[in-house]
T-cell receptor, first 113, second 111 residues
């Protein structure tokens, strides 16, 4: 089955710095990859989607890259703020209809003022 | 802003009982999903639903689970005979295409 690994259990950075989170996957290549934010006790909130034929996607302070050769996606938050502190999840869209999703266990980001 | 709603927010049940978790997806969305998240663990896909039928399901989604869209607005997950290990947060999500909108979840506690 698909295995998804997200780097380290927690990432601590200083406010204003760029946070870089990693998502690695094994086995077959997904049609697309999504990034979500999850706060404690809440449902995931969609942030960005990148397709297999795209190298990079940006949205405000967020940037996602997708390397299907390395089977890796990087998620960057520039000029990080304490309000960015949360758990970030990557999810792979796979299956015959590409609406079956495997989630990583998430990386907890702590942005310190 | 439209949102996915779920009821109840917390359900406590005895082992072996049947439970129905309810969701109201965003009205113009076409795809519906159920996920579960055991405390401290990853979000796990259960099932996706499109055009009034199951589109994909995971290994977790065995015969004790079923989904239904009984009318134009509700989407339900039924667990026929609950086990202790079914205790988890259950999330419903809907999408127009790729971007999924998640509900606030139902916390299921099986005693």
């Amino acid at each position: 089955s698909q295995k998804i690994e997200q780097n380290s259990e927690a990432l601590n950075i200083q406010e204003g710095k760029t946070a870089t989170l990693t998502c690695n996957y094994t086995n077959y290549s997904p049609a697309y990859l999504q990034w979500y934010r999850q706060d404690p006790g809440r449902g995931p909130v969609f942030l960005l989607l990148i397709r297999e034929n795209e190298k990079e996607k940006r949205k405000e302070r967020l940037k996602v890259t997708f390397d299907t050769t390395l089977k890796q996606s990087l998620f960057h938050i520039t000029a990080s703020q304490p309000a960015d502190s949360a758990t970030y999840l990557c999810a792979l869209g796979v299956g015959l209809n590409f609406n079956k999703f495997y989630f990583g266990s998430g990386t907890k980001l702590n942005v310190k003022p | 802003e439209p949102e996915v709603t779920q009821t109840p927010s917390h359900q406590v049940t005895q082992m072996g009982q049947e439970v129905i978790l309810r969701c109201v997806p965003i009205s113009n969305h076409l795809y519906f999903y159920w996920y579960r998240q055991i405390l401290g663990q990853k979000v796990e896909f259960l099932v996706s639903f499109y055009n009034n039928e199951i589109s994909e399901k995971s290994e977790i989604f065995d015969d004790q689970f079923s989904v239904e869209r009984p009318d134009g607005s509700n989407f339900t997950l039924k667990i026929r005979s609950t086990k202790l290990e079914d205790s988890a947060m259950y999330f419903c999500a809907s999408s127009e295409r790729d971007e999924q909108f998640f509900g606030p979840g139902t916390r299921l506690t099986v005693l």
